[in-house]
């Protein structure tokens, strides 16, 4: 059997850490104050609703700038005309500045 993830003690702070085994990250911390007295870390119910709304914020972010790329995408065909017609434009000048 594959082991994931293992509880691992700090040797400094004494806080009860769960490291991944294949990324080698830190999953979670939890600080000697927020451990039962089994070792593991208790549930608050804060904490759950505190990392609901950083989610909540960071999920509008993205709609906002999934908006912004798409105005920018839906815009681009304009845009690259308007290059190409400015271009146009220059070569003609130059063009006709040759003529005379």
Do not use: Y
């Amino acid at each position: 059997m594959d082991i994931k993830q293992i509880e691992v003690s700090c040797p400094c702070c004494e806080a009860m850490l769960l490291v991944d085994v294949r990324t080698q990250k830190v999953l979670r911390h939890a600080p000697p104050a927020q451990l039962d007295e089994t070792g593991k870390p208790v549930l608050d119910e804060n904490r759950w609703d505190s990392a609901k709304v950083r989610v909540s914020g960071r999920k509008e972010r993205s709609d906002d700038s999934f908006d912004e790329a798409l105005g920018r995408e839906q815009s681009r065909e304009k845009d690259l005309d308007d290059l190409f017609s400015k271009a146009k434009n220059k070569i003609q000048r130059r063009k006709d500045s040759d003529a005379f």
